[in-house]
């Protein structure tokens, strides 16, 4: 384990946790990786903006800090029931009062277009009491009207955020429904564009919006997505959202692992707080080196799973298998290195010791196979196969069982009947409410730490 620090940089810490050790001929090598951040995020504020000579006072200014903007879905179906647009608006207003004073925001209305609520004119403005009073008078002139295209909505999100010269640029995102008025590749193309340029939690209101949709878009993003089935719960859970956000220190941290000459990456996830597959999202960082984006980072723990395939070697042999660095890159185009971890290969012909499954590694590969059960279940039980649909479930009960994941499990209970979880005995129920099959879909994700 390395820890590495700057003052105006949260301290770092990387432990590795596996089991090194490899029969004669082994070749894959597995790595749980727990970082840790702290001494910032929410026990300590962002340095505010500092006004330039000359500027209008309430717009954004260049230093180092953050900056927010609040997409608020404003189509047509926000209207039913009416009390959906009530609750949307005083929603915005509790994540508007929880935005620290220096902090950068807008607030958009989206429906087939974009629509600059606050402060408007392709600015931002820079929270303080006069600014936040503002900003939630100018919520009470939103109403429902019109379509959905969120892709739209990102790009206006990512061309203000652009126009503020800070370090943590951050989307907070609401939609009722189904993003219908754009192609699935016009959304793609904004998510591609808007990658890597903010973070951004997406949330969605009622039954009527698509999981993998919105699944999709926070993924791509790098924030968190869940549902709020019922539209009174929206106040609370944008404010903790904006709390959560308003705890962010630093941003663009990457996940470097270098590897030598012959091994490969075989797969790179965070395991926790949720499973999200970053694989596909590496770019070369130099020879045998990759960066892995992780996003923005607070007072925080996550885990992630690496695995590496190795040049199979004799009994008494070792090797290192990879190095794991966390970077952040400087604007000189150099990288700080906040923390580092060795993941170890042995060979040995003790077959004790070669078999022996780390418990942090059989956990969390466990808790990804739950993440996936679900999803497969779900979609089997969409298409009719009530066979599969039940194996899969079952198997899902078992996991979240046997792992403690209750929370998973109280979720799996409103879908099946459980017979007997430790063996994954389950019935479907014939009637399953809309919100409890996609709390669960949307939750899917979510996992526990190892118990240590």
């Known amino acids: 384990m390395a820890n590495f620090s700057k003052s105006n940089v949260p301290q770092f810490s990387v432990d590795i946790y596996q089991n090194?050790?490899?029969?004669?001929?082994?070749?894959?090598?597995?790595?749980?990786?727990?970082?840790?951040?702290?001494?910032?995020?929410?026990?300590?504020?962002?340095?505010?903006?500092?006004?330039?000579?000359?500027?209008?006072?309430?717009?954004?200014?260049?230093?180092?800090?953050?900056?927010?903007?609040?997409?608020?879905?404003?189509?047509g179906s926000m209207d039913y029931p009416a009390t959906k647009m009530r609750n949307a608006r005083d929603a915005t207003a509790a994540a508007i009062?929880?935005?620290?004073?220096?902090?950068?925001?807008?607030?958009?209305?989206?429906?087939?277009?974009a629509r600059e609520v606050f402060p408007a004119g392709g600015a931002l403005a820079i929270a303080d009491s006069s600014t936040r009073h503002q900003a939630k008078q100018a919520l009470r002139k939103l109403s429902a009207g019109g379509g959905t295209a969120i892709g739209t909505w990102l790009k206006v999100a990512d061309r203000l955020l652009a126009?503020?010269?800070?370090?943590?640029?951050?989307?907070?995102?609401?939609?009722?429904?189904?993003?219908?008025?754009?192609?699935?590749?016009?959304?793609?193309?904004?998510?591609?564009?808007?990658?890597?340029?903010?973070?951004?939690?997406?949330?969605?209101?009622?039954?009527?919006?698509?999981?993998?949709?919105?699944?999709?878009?926070?993924?791509?993003?790098?924030?968190?997505?869940?549902?709020?089935?019922?539209?009174?719960?929206?106040?609370?859970?944008?404010?903790?959202?904006?709390?959560?956000?308003?705890?962010?220190?630093?941003?663009?941290v990457a996940l470097r692992l270098w590897t030598p000459q012959g091994a490969e990456i075989n797969y790179v996830k965070q395991v926790a707080p949720t499973v999200e597959d970053l694989t596909s999202r590496r770019t070369e960082a130099g020879p045998r080196a990759g960066d892995y984006p992780t996003g923005s980072w607070g007072d925080e723990s996550r885990d992630y799973h690496v695995s590496v395939r190795v040049p199979a070697a004799g009994v008494g042999q070792e090797m290192l298998a990879a190095r794991v660095s966390l970077v952040l890159p400087q604007p000189d185009g150099s990288t700080q290195v906040l923390g580092q971890g060795l993941v170890r290969a042995v060979w040995t012909d003790d077959m004790a010791a070669s078999t022996r499954i780390n418990p942090q590694v059989a956990h969390y590969t466990g808790q990804?196979?739950?993440?996936?059960?679900?999803?497969?279940?779900?979609?089997?039980?969409?298409?009719?196969?009530?066979?599969?649909?039940?194996?899969?479930?079952?198997?899902?009960?078992?996991l979240a069982s046997a792992s403690g994941n209750e929370d998973t499990a109280k979720l799996l209970a409103k879908v099946v009947d459980v017979v007997d979880a430790a063996t994954g005995t389950v019935r479907l129920k014939a009637r399953v409410a809309d919100a409890d099959e996609m709390t669960l879909e949307t939750r899917s994700t979510k996992t526990v730490r190892v118990k240590k």
């Open 368 to 398: 990804a196979e739950l993440a996936e059960v679900i999803q497969q279940g779900l979609e089997f039980r969409k298409q009719g196969d009530m066979d599969s649909a039940t194996a899969k479930l079952g198997r899902a009960v078992q």
């Open 163 to 252: 126009t503020a010269d800070v370090s943590i640029r951050h989307g907070i995102l609401l939609t009722d429904g189904r993003n219908e008025h754009e192609t699935p590749e016009a959304l793609k193309t904004s998510l591609d564009a808007c990658a890597g340029r903010f973070t951004c939690d997406a949330r969605g209101v009622g039954t009527d919006w698509e999981v993998k949709e919105l699944t999709g878009i926070a993924s791509a993003l790098l924030g968190s997505v869940d549902i709020v089935a019922d539209p009174s719960g929206l106040e609370a859970d944008f404010r903790q959202m904006m709390e959560t956000a308003m705890g962010k220190e630093v941003a663009d």
């Open 20 to 75: 090194e050790y490899l029969p004669e001929g082994g070749r894959e090598v597995n790595g749980i990786i727990t970082v840790t951040s702290t001494g910032g995020g929410t026990t300590g504020g962002m340095p505010l903006p500092t006004r330039s000579p000359g500027q209008v006072p309430g717009t954004a200014a260049a230093g180092p800090g953050a900056a927010v903007v609040i997409m608020v879905d404003c189509s």
């Open 97 to 113: 009062d929880t935005i620290r004073d220096g902090v950068a925001f807008a607030v958009v209305a989206g429906t087939h277009q």
